[in-house]
């Protein structure tokens, strides 16, 4: 199986923007649901959003539901994530993961991870 792969992290000041992507070339692409993750440092990996194979958005984190959105393109292979105002606390790696559960959340049993991808916010 391809693992899927993160990219779009960098260094924002607060308030700022970034897309993040996940590619997941698996040949089962179309059949998986896929979530974004992020660690902050010294923390425990949290769940943020779960976006269903046919584009759903799943559970959403509290705490960046009204400042991030996520979508699909199934064809090309690829989930987005959005960030906007972005605050320090936003500080973390992201990852993608994907999952054949068809409304995917933070109990859902994932499959693959990617290596993740590194956000910084400055403020």
């Known amino acids: 199986q391809v693992l899927p792969v993160e990219s779009g992290g960098g260094v924002v000041q607060a308030g700022g923007s970034l897309r993040l992507s996940c590619a997941d070339a698996?040949?089962?692409?179309?059949?998986?649901?896929m979530a974004w993750f992020r660690q902050a440092p010294g923390s425990e990996r949290q769940f943020l959003a779960g976006?269903?194979?046919?584009?759903?958005?799943?559970t959403i984190s509290d705490s960046v539901k009204d400042r991030f959105s996520f979508s699909r393109d199934n064809a090309k292979n690829t989930v987005y994530l959005q960030m906007n105002s972005l605050k320090p606390e936003d500080t973390a790696v992201y990852y993608c993961?994907?999952?054949?559960?068809?409304?995917?959340?933070?109990?859902?049993?994932?499959?693959?991870w990617g290596q993740g991808t590194e956000v910084t916010v400055s403020s």
């Open positions: 698996g040949r089962t692409f179309s059949g998986y649901s």
């Open positions: 976006v269903s194979w046919s584009g759903a958005v799943t």
């Open positions: 993961a994907s999952t054949t559960a068809l409304r995917p959340g933070p109990g859902s049993y994932y499959n693959y």
